[in-house]
């Protein structure tokens, strides 16, 4: 693979299906329409990765895979060294507490090389091995700090002392996701093409809820969930439907490249999580036109246009039963009261604002 020349160069973990490794892809996307940019994964293998994550196959934007071995590997500092030094990279971005462990040390061996570290979720810092590790980590590679929502900025502080980081809301592309279609969009999914429609997009995993949606389900009568995602609890999760008598009702529709088509196909979108860093699938949705009903949980609050969502307790049927059955009210009477979500997205957490913020503070970095 030719790798480009002077890129900034993205570092991620692993690149697997996920609001983090679709972050950095997005945002690099973005910065390449004005800089040279090169993804970096540390973890995996071209092949393996693509065969895993269709998507990675269509990406232009340059991506190289370091093959890490498990556990600590101290031949990767020098191995990141020699590939900055190689395509004499203008800047380092780190993304999570390994890259910034192996590429934020790699990058003070490069003279004149910008860094910047961002944390998408600061639940690994409760972690006293892992809170002393990124305390070293970052006193090493003394990068700008950034954080992908308040909250994350103020666990920073509180676990690792020291100023506030700067926060950078993440950004979806409002090209790619806008409103559109309803009926040709369930059309294209198969979904029935009368009566209302909620969406979750998600990975069906128990962090996500999607056990609690089921049971709030099971008192919101006439209603259509659409399940896009793949996981480990798939069966478990269709044999509760079984159980309370919904299965008729759920469709599961298993992992949705084009999550802007299942944002079109509902009438609203919710997401049940028990636990969230700032999750695009919201900012995705609400840019696509629809309103959203979510759990009161990570960086939710900040991801939700309030005008138009609802926030309701995490890990309660009952209380996401009464979110769901208000928003499809609003729904049912033409969208009144539902504010205007898209237009938040705009003003919020478009990628055209993330890609600015973040280049215009990688370029003028000092390292």
């Not at 699938?281 to 969502?309: F, T, W």
């Not at 938040?344 to 990628?351: I, P």
């Amino acid at each position: 693979m030719e790798l480009p020349e002077k890129p900034i160069v993205h570092v991620v973990q692993h690149l697997v299906p996920g609001g983090l490794e679709v972050m950095v892809l997005e945002l690099a996307r973005a910065q390449a329409r004005h800089h040279p940019v090169l993804v970096v994964s540390l973890e995996g293998d071209a092949a393996s990765a693509r065969a895993a994550w269709p998507r990675l196959a269509r990406e232009t934007t340059p991506i190289l895979f370091m093959g890490k071995r498990p556990g600590l590997d101290p031949l990767m500092v020098p191995r990141l060294t020699r590939l900055l030094r190689r395509v004499r990279a203008v800047g380092v971005h780190t993304h999570h507490i390994g890259p910034l462990l192996y590429a934020g040390l790699a990058a003070r061996g490069v003279r004149n090389l910008r860094r910047i570290h961002t944390e998408h979720d600061a639940w690994h810092l409760q972690n006293a091995k892992r809170r002393r590790l990124a305390q070293i980590a970052l006193k090493i590679a003394n990068p700008i700090v950034v954080a992908d929502a308040p909250h994350v900025a103020d666990a920073v502080v509180l676990a690792l002392g020291g100023a506030r980081p700067q926060v950078i809301l993440n950004g979806v592309d409002t090209a790619r996701f806008a409103p559109g279609d309803q009926a040709a969009a369930r059309a294209a999914l198969g979904l029935p093409g009368t009566g209302q429609v909620i969406a979750i997009a998600a990975r069906l995993e128990r962090v996500k809820g999607i056990d609690v949606a089921l049971h709030a389900l099971a008192t919101v009568p006439g209603v259509t969930l659409a399940v896009g995602g793949s996981g480990s609890e798939r069966v478990a999760l269709q044999n509760l439907a079984e159980t309370l008598g919904i299965s008729a009702r759920v469709a599961w529709l298993g992992h949705v490249d084009d999550t802007a088509t299942l944002y079109r196909a509902a009438d609203i979108v919710c997401l049940p999580s028990r636990a969230e860093g700032l999750p695009l699938a919201l900012l995705e949705a609400q840019a696509c036109g629809r309103p959203v009903v979510a759990s009161r949980v990570g960086g939710v609050p900040a991801a939700l246009d309030s005008a138009s969502g609802e926030l309701v307790e995490a890990e309660n049927p009952a209380a996401l039963a009464q979110g769901l059955l208000l928003s499809l009210g609003k729904a049912a009477s033409s969208g009144q009261g539902f504010g205007d979500p898209r237009g938040f997205v705009m003003r919020t957490a478009s990628l055209a604002t993330m890609e600015a913020a973040y280049t215009n503070l990688m370029l003028g970095a000092t390292p």
